[in-house]
């Protein structure tokens, strides 16, 4: 019998803008959602030059509340058909991503996110982007997202121990006190004689 | 399995402090969503750097990884077809362009602006985006040292030509566009209103529509807050020349600070742009599609930053009275002198340290922390000081050769500075005579007139 595999909790999310309203939160944790802190997925939309969005990406930010949390996200371009061939434009005729991920409470490193989990959270996500986009002209929703379950590391991350620091020598501290107490006191006098 | 790139935990910080002492101003892009302030960006430096060579007198550079960027974003713009930059989704307030102009042994960098882009959406929607990134975009706004306001175009012919509901979507953006500029300044009560300028851009639109600048200013004035913006400008605008008057100062563009110049842009040209019917997400909709191999004609992209760093010149100009004036520079000659005086005794020291073997190791240790402050004044000073002492060796013809290459140096920054701001002045003038109806205090006061000084 094999043993279990080790899961990892983790909350999907979605940011994205719609026809007519702008980048936004549109899926977020629900423990996020009811801490009224659902704008802590939006980092996951950070862009820059030189920072590449093609491939996913992993993101630790932090919440409202310090907590740590880790976005493991990916960009798809937004599309009127679920293959992506025919690309979603906003009301001014611009293209537009959709930026799609789970987010797991706490900083992790080296999460597992199979392809069956990814194309399982692209449904998920276009059937809640399909239910915004149908009530955008009434405003935004915002929707909650519950617990899903990811692999966890097979092993955990190796960090390398810190390299031990030197032990002062005993005595050296007031060593150089007295040193710097003494020098100062001679360039003073030097410096006098130097500048008169 | 999925390749995953670990990424920091928050943004990067600040471009570092290099020591780049060259000047540089803030200047934020104040437009709705779809406005235009992508393109804008893309398009002016591709235009402003594509021909260093120019009879301009400047080219615009930036770094490698932006000037990427901003070339994608620009071929995108001028490719035929409905592609246009995709809709902004970060606030991005690290964009450094940089102007420079050529001197007898290459380009000399002379002035940074640096830009910020950001999603217009949340000029409207207090929704959009995150609490931080709203934070972001006020920051930029209220540390700008110069503003465009970006009135959008398309949205003004659309107001033109249907009336009603798209009058009123043009006064909507236009009214919270104006909340902006006027809030940017009252963030920073003790700093002056930054240099504004009005853009209309996609002003291919309405000249391939028949309207002209006149009308589009008065469409401006119309709107209430708009003229609110312009009273509140106006008013800074007669003190400045009152006091302008007091110091009998000539100006370097011929205008006042202050004075709201309203600039027709397009990043194409006339012709290049139809409003086509295409399918929008399978909805049939009036879209700005680009016409196949036509010649590209911008208008006005350079005349914005031309017009901003002689209107802030004034501006801090006009600020400081004469006694203002001397007490800075008593204050920055004392500096010198301080941070000079303090330069030489620690080089003093030093130079000890080479004939002061007993002490050597010591005297280094301590003059350690101060080695980065040492800059070349310091030296100058110390090496004339050092000339009064025959046991320091130091050679008069090599410390004068230096003095000399210095004071070239020097020279020709002055010479680059002075070149670029005539460059400019010379650019709005010309922008000035070929555009007549830029000026909207002129436009103010014309409705004005026509109200019978009603509604101010």
Redesign the interface.
């Known amino acids: 019998m094999n043993p279990p595999v080790p899961t990892l909790s983790a909350w999907p999310f979605l940011v994205t803008r719609g026809i007519l309203l702008g980048y936004r939160v549109v899926i977020a944790p629900e423990f996020l959602v009811s801490a009224g802190d659902a704008g802590a997925v939006y980092a996951s939309a950070r862009t820059e030059p030189g920072l590449s969005t093609t491939g996913p990406i992993t993101q630790v930010v932090k919440a409202a509340n310090g907590e740590p949390l880790t976005l493991i996200h990916r960009r798809l371009p937004a599309a009127v058909d679920d293959l992506g061939a025919v690309p979603l434009r906003d009301r001014h005729g611009r293209p537009f991503p959709l930026i799609e991920g789970y987010a797991l409470r706490g900083a992790h490193e080296d999460v597992l996110v199979t392809d069956e989990q990814w194309r399982e959270l692209h449904r998920f996500v276009l059937s809640g982007y399909r239910r915004y986009l149908a009530g955008e002209s009434q405003g935004p929703l915002l929707i909650p997202s519950r617990e899903h379950s990811l692999n966890a590391p097979a092993t955990p991350p190796v960090r390398p121990a810190p390299a031990p620091r030197p032990s002062p020598l005993p005595g050296f501290g007031i060593t150089m006190v007295a040193l710097v107490i003494v020098g100062a006191g001679v360039v003073a006098v030097l410096l006098v004689l130097l500048l008169r | ?12 910080a600040a471009p570092a402090d290099d020591g780049d002492d060259t000047p540089a101003f803030k200047v934020v892009a104040i437009g709705d ?2 406005a235009g302030k992508t393109n804008f960006l893309a398009m002016l430096y591709q235009h402003l750097s594509g021909d260093p060579d120019s009879e301009r007198g400047y080219h615009l550079s930036t ?1 490698m ?2 000037r ?2 901003l070339d994608r974003q620009a071929d995108q713009a001028a490719s035929p077809g ?6 902004t ?2 606030v ?1 307030d ?1 964009i450094k362009l940089s102007f420079q102009v050529p001197l007898v042994g290459g380009p000399a960098e002379v002035l940074h602006i640096l830009y910020t882009d950001y ?4 000029l409207r ?1 207090d ?7 709203r934070e972001s975009l006020r920051q930029a706004i209220a540390e700008a040292d110069a503003m465009f306001m970006l009135v959008d175009g398309e949205r003004m012919l659309n107001a033109f030509q249907g009336g009603g509901e798209h009058e009123r979507e043009f006064s909507a953006s236009l009214r919270a566009t104006v909340a902006e500029v006027q809030r940017g300044p009252a963030v920073h009560r003790s700093r002056a209103a930054p240099p504004l300028q009005v853009i209309i851009t996609k002003w291919d639109l309405l000249v391939d529509a028949g309207f002209t600048l006149e009308q589009a200013r008065d469409a401006l004035v119309r709107e209430k807050n708009f003229r609110g913006m312009l009273v509140a400008r106006d008013k800074k605008t007669t003190q400045d020349e009152q006091k302008d008057r007091r110091k009998k100062r000539n100006r370097v563009a011929g205008s006042a600070p202050g004075r709201v110049r309203i600039i027709p842009v397009s990043v194409l040209g006339p012709g290049a742009v139809e409003l086509v019917v ?1 399918d ?3 909805v049939p ?1 009036e ?2 599609v680009k016409r196949e191999g036509f010649l590209h004609r911008p208008i006005n992209l350079d005349v914005p930053l031309a017009a901003i760093l002689p209107d802030r010149l004034d501006q801090i100009l006009a600020d400081m009275s004469p006694q203002m004036r001397q007490r800075a520079e008593r204050r920055a000659r004392w500096a010198r002198f301080r941070a000079n005086h303090q330069g ?2 620690r080089l ?2 030093q ?2 340290e080479t004939t ?1 073997e007993m ?1 050597g190791g ?2 280094g ?2 003059l350690l922390p101060w080695a980065g402050k040492i800059t070349q004044a310091m030296l100058d000073l110390l090496s004339q ?1 050092l000339l009064q002492h025959d046991e320091f060796a130091v050679d008069p013809a090599a410390a004068e050769a230096r003095a000399q290459v210095l004071r070239r140096i020097g020279n020709q920054s002055t010479q680059a500075r002075s070149a670029l701001l005539e460059g400019f002045a010379a650019r709005v003038r010309r922008f000035e005579q070929d555009f007549s109806g830029w000026d909207a205090q002129e436009g103010l006061k014309l409705w004005r007139q026509g109200n019978q000084g009603g509604a101010s």
Do not use: C, F
């Not at chain 2, 999603?119 to 949340?122: H, L, Q, R, S």
């Not at chain 2, 929704?127 to 990134?133: C, D, L, P, R």
């Open positions: 399995m999925t390749d995953l790139v670990a990424q920091p935990a928050s943004p990067p969503g779809a770094d990884e932006r990427i960027v409905m592609e246009w930059a995709q809709s989704e970060w991005d690290h999603p217009g959406e949340y929607d929704t959009a985006g995150n609490k931080e990134q295409q929008l997400n399978g909709t879209m700005r030489v005794r003093g020291g130079a000890l002061q002490w010591l005297v240790m301590m000081h």
